[in-house]
């Protein structure tokens, strides 16, 4: 004989105070104490990077859920997934925050604003090994991902899944990300040491950019991209140890860095990104910092160090500068990403 709805309602309310009473209804991580103000560089120099957050859990950017939500997903036995690996990041116009997980193989997207939190892809369109992350103005997303060798497309900001993209043409796709100014979607494929260049609208190949070589506008095996609000595009020629500049038209313009094991060199460049003010940053995977570069290439600072605590790094990898310059660095040893804020004062003194 089946249960009446008013045995039922008894059985749900039994349910839920078991739920609170055991403890279960609190939060999974208390709350952190509050963070340390740390700047670079130390007094009495002008500052001009200040640490803002470190994120590995919605919690970290004061989302939860509600009451109802987090009950039956304790009936699942299911729980909210923390960042593990994260390594392409970026930032929407809207404020969403979008890490790519290579060990969870898909994608956090954190959205304080509207104070949600979910995670994409589902089943139909899983991930084997996810590196970066582009968005273009529609809020399509393109994910590289490198063991299947395409670029998968969604669109509704993650949550339904287009096509895949460069099939039987890439090998290794790695670094992404759109330049607005040509109308193109940029895939760095490492193993050939070229960029592939896609038309946004259509997704047909508009050509491939560079070679493998050591010379100017050549690359051996490139990792990370970053394209400037003038649509200059910036290149981390990993294994050539420098960071390359080429016009939107994709004429060389500059390069910055060699090997080494100062201030300056480079062991194992991976992200790149750019500020409002055309400072270059530059993450060392090996160095466990974030290198800051004027216009002309010149190292202006340094912040970061190898460590586990907030502003300390272990194996960094990717780096995205939002229009608001603020600093998002995927500190992947350590299942966070970290934050900071570039500091608009007096210009800097090169030194």
Request: proline fraction near 5%.
């Amino acid at each position: 004989m089946g249960m009446n709805k008013h045995t039922t309602l008894i059985i749900i309310l039994i349910l839920t105070s078991a739920f609170i009473a055991s403890g279960c209804f609190k939060q999974a991580v208390e709350d952190r104490q509050p963070l340390p103000d740390i700047i670079w560089p130390k007094p009495p120099e002008v500052p001009r990077i200040r640490f803002v957050n470190s994120i590995s859990r919605p919690e970290d950017l004061h989302i939860t859920e509600g009451v109802l939500k987090r009950f039956l997903r304790f009936l699942k036995g299911s729980q909210r997934k923390a960042v593990v690996m994260p390594y392409g990041i970026e930032a929407d116009a809207e404020g969403r925050l979008f890490v790519v997980d290579t060990f969870n193989r898909c994608v956090h997207v954190f959205d304080s604003r509207n104070g949600s939190y979910y995670t994409f892809p589902d089943k139909e369109a899983s991930l084997t090994s996810p590196i970066d992350i582009a968005i273009d103005k529609k809020g399509n997303i393109y994910i590289s991902d490198s063991k299947e060798a395409v670029v998968k497309v969604f669109k509704d900001y993650g949550k339904k899944y287009v096509m895949a993209i460069g099939k039987d043409l890439l090998e290794r796709p790695t670094g992404i990300a759109i330049n607005e100014k040509t109308g193109e979607l940029l895939v760095i494929d490492t193993l050939n040491s070229v960029i592939v260049r896609y038309d946004i609208d259509s997704y047909k190949l508009k050509g491939i950019a560079g070679k493998s070589g050591s010379e100017a506008g050549r690359f051996h095996y490139p990792t990370n991209i970053f394209v400037s609000r003038d649509g200059s595009v910036f290149i981390s020629d990993s294994l050539n140890f420098r960071i390359q500049k080429l016009s939107p038209d994709w004429k060389f313009l500059s390069a910055l860095g060699k090997p080494g094991d100062g201030p300056g060199y480079f062991s194992r460049p991976r992200g790149v990104a750019v500020d409002s003010d055309g400072n270059i940053y530059v993450v060392d995977a090996l160095f466990d910092n974030v290198q800051i570069f004027d216009k002309e290439g010149r190292l202006l600072m340094d912040f970061g160090s190898p460590g586990h605590n907030y502003g300390e790094f272990w194996l960094p990898s990717g780096i995205f500068i939002d229009n608001n310059d603020m600093i998002y660095v995927s500190d992947s040893y350590n299942k966070r990403v970290q934050v900071f804020q570039y500091m608009k004062a007096e210009p800097f003194l090169n030194k």
